[in-house]
Antibody
């Protein structure tokens, strides 16, 4: 069974940085692309970033490009999101999601349970 | 970016009713479309992939259709456990984009 467990969500001040992690199990991690998707409280879903199986292809939403960095460690079955210059509008539940192939483009998602990031002074 | 427009944004129907939600893409996405169900306080769950393929374990009362720019998901007989918000998502092009969601309630 696919299990994705996010951690690292916290209350952080605007302009500060925060790092999220996702521990994966129940599948061969280095066969699949991985993604971060977020959802502001009471709002819809927004894809944030994706990384291919070998980190050779990475994509970002325009709203986070230049501020967020996705990475993975296949030896540790882990996905990461380094977030900097955080803004109030980054407040959201952040979901780790498994893709359905090694490519970030052809992806349907299996989802973790999410971790809450709150950006506020 | 490919815009995904869902309608309606909410609906109220009776148990046993047939319910249809539509999703329109701003350009041709072939059949590169997924549907997700999100219950309150929970993570989304994949219902349908490649526009019309039912995910394993999803009840057969759910079905999906469409290609190109126009897609639908249908619940043939609405059940109380289907109360949720439904989202479409395209994966033809980056950035991957979602529709705004359709909230389904029981009348």
């Amino acid at each position: 069974e696919v299990q994705l467990v996010e951690s690292g969500g916290d209350l952080v001040q605007p302009g500060r940085s925060l790092s999220l992690s996702c521990a994966a199990s129940g599948f061969t991690f280095d066969d699949y692309a991985m993604h971060w998707v977020r959802q502001a409280p009471g709002k819809g879903l927004e894809w944030v970033s994706g990384i291919s199986w070998n980190s050779g292809s990475i994509g970002y939403a325009d709203s986070v490009k230049g501020r967020f960095t996705i990475s993975r460690d296949n030896a540790k079955n882990s996905l990461y999101l380094q977030m900097s210059s955080l803004r109030a509008e980054d407040t959201a539940f952040y979901y780790c999601a498994k893709g359905s192939s090694g490519s970030i483009l052809r992806s349907r998602f299996n989802w973790g349970q999410g971790t809450l990031v709150t950006v506020s002074s | 970016d490919i815009q995904m427009t869902q309608s309606p944004s909410s609906l109220s129907a009776s148990v046993g009713d047939r319910v249809t939600i539509t999703c329109q893409a701003s350009q041709d996405i072939s059949n590169y479309l997924n549907w997700y169900q999100q219950k309150p306080g929970k993570a989304p769950k994949l219902l349908i992939y490649d526009a019309s393929n039912l995910e394993t374990g999803v009840p057969s009362r759910f079905s999906g259709s469409g290609s190109g720019t126009d897609f639908t998901v249908t619940i043939s007989s609405l059940q109380p456990e289907d109360i949720a918000t439904y989202y479409c998502q395209q994966y033809d092009n980056l950035p991957l984009t979602f529709g705004g969601g359709t909230k389904v309630e029981i009348k």
